[in-house]
C-alpha cells in the first residue's frame, strides 16, 4: 500500500501544479474576459484602446467614458473589482474601438484561432492587435484592420 501512495503522489502534485500553471498564464478564457469587459461597460467605459494582463492578476484597461474621461484601470481578475484608477479629460479619438467593435474584433480573433486572450491594442493607423495563444497553447498574434475589423495577419510564434 506504501508504494501505491508513492506513485499517486507525483500524479497529485502534477496535476495541481498544472492547474495552477493554467491559471496563471498570462491568458484568459473568452467567458472569462467577457465578464470583465462587462464590469468594464457597467463602469463606464464606451471606447477602448488597450487591454492587457498584468502580474497574472489583474486586467489593465485603457479607454474613455461616453463624456470625454480618458480612464486607465486595473481591476482583479478573480472578482473584477477595482484596484486602481487614473483619469483625465481627453477627447476620444476616431480609432479607438466602441464596446461593440471591441467584442467584434474579439470574436473575429477568436475564429482565427485565437483560444485564450492576453493583450489587445488599437493604434492610431488604425490596426487593432490582439494577442493570445491558440489551441496548441502556442501564442497567436492577431491583426485587424479597424475600418471592418477583417483579419489581415495571423502569426504563431
Not at 480618458?70 to 481627453?90: A, C, F, N, T
Not at 485565437?114 to 494577442?131: A, P, Q, T, W, Y
Amino acid at each position: 500500500m506504501k508504494t501505491m501512495h508513492m506513485l499517486m503522489m507525483p500524479m497529485v502534485l502534477t496535476g495541481g501544479l498544472s492547474t495552477a500553471a493554467l491559471a496563471d498564464d498570462g491568458s484568459l478564457s473568452p467567458s472569462e474576459l467577457e465578464s470583465l469587459l462587462n464590469d468594464a461597460d457597467a463602469y463606464g467605459f464606451t471606447h477602448y484602446d488597450e487591454i492587457a494582463i498584468d502580474d497574472g492578476s489583474r486586467l489593465e484597461i485603457e479607454g474613455w467614458r461616453d463624456d470625454g474621461w480618458q480612464l486607465d484601470i486595473d481591476m482583479l481578475i478573480e472578482d473584477g473589482s477595482l484596484v486602481h484608477e487614473k483619469r483625465h479629460k481627453d477627447t476620444i479619438p476616431d480609432w479607438s474601438l466602441t464596446s461593440d467593435e471591441l467584442h467584434q474584433a474579439l470574436g473575429n480573433a477568436q475564429n482565427a484561432g485565437m483560444k485564450r486572450f492576453s493583450e489587445l491594442d488599437v493604434d492610431e493607423r488604425g490596426h487593432v492587435d490582439i494577442e493570445g495563444y491558440d489551441a496548441q497553447n502556442s501564442e497567436i498574434d492577431i491583426r485587424l484592420e479597424h475600418n471592418d475589423l477583417t483579419v489581415t495577419g495571423v502569426e504563431h510564434d
